[in-house]
């Protein structure tokens, strides 16, 4: 039944016939409290079985819906089954057998027999692309611990320090963005899997070795040797702090905001909010600004609006996810990354962001399972090394919790805790963007897309040109000093739903170890070629 009460006069009714012929009995209670009793005869009548099943299938679909999340199997096995259009089907024309396989519908009974032998062939093929898949990541995982295994340098020669102040380091930033863009295809690309559906063959170490041998001459090669040979293997012990750069907003509506008392901050609020009913860009400006006074759950109340606005818009679910953990709310945030799954399957960012979101709020078993999502599926040529960061993720998690856990599913060639002294991750919410990360060390050393591997070690990821990140930084002994992090936004392909795009940075200290200390921020950038100062860290020797 669709509903008890009547619409428009009429009360409609299906269901399932399990034998050939039925009496349909209604008990019909009346408005003066009388009521009677209606019985209709049913047959089992094969030319209007298609109509009243379609019918049926509507009225269930909308009974499920009332508790989607728990039904969503049921609600897809239907609408696949009576070509309905559901949360969880869409509508699509199929001209060839290989059609049906792929979105596994079932075709009509003449190309059933196909259908079952090309089904079976493409489970087989997709269970040996992951086989393929993993031992492919499995070799790049390894390749990755030869680099942390392997000692570096601490020392510069004299003939090869450069002493450069913040202010310079960020102008010869912008006097380089021209040259370095230059040689992006010849240099990048080379290092970059092709963007197709399987996965690339790993190229990181001897590319990694190319570019650390450009950065050095004779002397400085000597004193590499030496250190793999023992003779600078012990670094002094070193603490680390990290210094944000706190982003503001530079609208009106913001500074008023930021200038207003405690007290009368949401008042202000209020009176702005009708002005931009719109505007992603005021609600994570307001709520930045309650946030930094202290005022956590109008913030958490402010940033909810975000979640109103466009329910099936992945981007703008994302920044509120984000911006939910960076908050210190977890919780909250882990069904709204739910929700981001749900939307985009095919990418591995909606797995890995609800796999930190549930390490935040402390269920880590949860979090290991979802995060190892990310590196046992084959994904698009466009996300390279992600399973190489999500690995590094995952790994730290298992080394930090108290927890017992389970990682019986786990590949144990992937279980190794790679420990940095330094990690700093960029990842953000514009699809067909491409954000640069740039780490330059206390010799003005820069580590970015076109120098991976540093002289002291510091390991750059591959470029993410396409979208969303995250691009890592890594680096296991770092020597005192100051270490400087930008952002380079070079461009994007596509209209930003937040009116710019916004990127979020996580620096952390003693990565991986019970010591491991992080924070985050989260701005935006408006123009291409537009590079910021994220933050730095300053590495200082133990008395």
């Known amino acids: ?67 989607f999340e728990f039904n969503r199997a049921e609600i897809r096995r239907l609408g696949r089954t009576y070509g309905l259009v559901t949360r969880e089907t869409s509508l699509i024309v199929l001209d060839r057998i290989e059609d049906y396989v792929r979105y596994e519908i079932v075709p009509p009974a003449e190309l059933r027999a196909d259908y079952q032998r090309l089904l079976a062939s493409t489970a087989l093929q997709r269970t040996t692309e992951r086989k393929s898949h993993l031992d492919n990541v499995v070799r790049m995982f390894a390749e990755k611990a030869a680099w942390w295994n392997r000692d570096f340098p601490k020392v510069r020669p004299i003939k090869q320090e450069v002493k450069i102040s913040a202010g310079a380091v960020a102008g010869r930033f ?19 899997p092709a963007a197709t ?26 004193a590499a040797k030496r250190a793999e040979a023992g003779g600078q293997s012990t670094a002094p012990t070193t603490t680390a702090s990290i210094q944000l750069q706190k982003w503001q907003p530079d609208s009106p509506y913001a500074a008023r905001l930021r200038n207003a008392s405690s007290n009368d901050v949401y008042r202000i609020y209020l009176d702005e909010k009708p002005g931009y009913p719109s505007s992603t860009a005021f609600y994570l400006d307001a709520a930045d600004v309650f946030f930094d006074k202290g005022l956590n759950a109008l913030g958490v109340r402010i940033l909810s609006n975000l979640a109103e606005m466009d329910l099936e818009n992945r981007h703008i679910l994302r920044v509120l996810g984000y911006r939910l953990v960076q908050a210190g709310q977890a919780k909250l945030a882990i069904p709204v990354f739910k929700k981001v799954l749900v939307l985009s399957p095919e990418e591995p960012q909606s797995y890995r962001d609800l796999g930190l979101a549930y390490a935040a709020d402390k269920q880590s078993q949860l979090a290991i399972n979802t995060l190892y ?29 108290t927890e017992k856990l389970d990682t019986s599913r786990i590949d144990p060639r992937l279980l190794k805790n790679l420990s940095l002294d330094l990690r700093v991750v960029l990842t953000w919410d514009a699809d067909n963007t491409d954000i640069d990360l740039w780490v330059t060390d206390p010799d003005g050393e820069k580590a970015f897309y076109g120098h991976r591997l540093t002289v002291q070690g510091g390991r750059m990821s591959l470029d993410f040109t396409g979208g969303y990140g995250p691009e890592e930084f890594s680096l296991k002994r770092a020597k005192p ?63």
């Open 1 to 67: 039944m669709a509903s008890p009460y009547p619409e428009q006069g009429r009360i409609s009714i299906a269901g399932m016939l399990t034998e050939r012929a039925a009496t349909l009995r209604l008990r019909i209670e009346h408005p003066n409290g009388k009521t009677s009793v209606v019985e209709v005869p049913l047959k089992n009548q094969q030319a209007s079985g298609s109509v009243a099943a379609a019918l049926w299938a509507r009225m269930r679909i909308a009974e499920l819906e009332a508790a």
């Open 174 to 192: 912008q006097e380089q963005v021209a040259a370095d863009r230059m040689d992006r295809n010849a240099e990048v690309r080379m290092m970059a």
């Open 197 to 222: 559906s399987a996965p690339a063959p790993a190229v990181a170490a001897p590319r990694e070795r190319m570019l650390g041998a450009t950065a050095t001459n004779a002397p400085l090669a000597m």
């Open 373 to 401: 999502e990310v590196v046992t599926r084959p994904w698009h040529g466009r996300f390279p090394e992600i399973e190489l960061i999500t690995l590094a993720d995952l790994n730290s998690i298992l080394a930090t919790t």
């Open 481 to 543: 000093g100051k270490y400087t992090v930008h952002a380079q936004y070079y461009g994007d392909r596509s209209q930003n739903v937040t009116g710019a795009t916004t990127l979020q940075v996580k620096l952390s200290t003693k990565f991986g170890t019970v010591d491991q200390q992080e924070q985050i921020v989260t701005m935006r950038l408006k123009g291409r070629q537009e590079t910021v100062f994220v933050g730095e860290f300053e590495v200082k020797e133990k008395p």
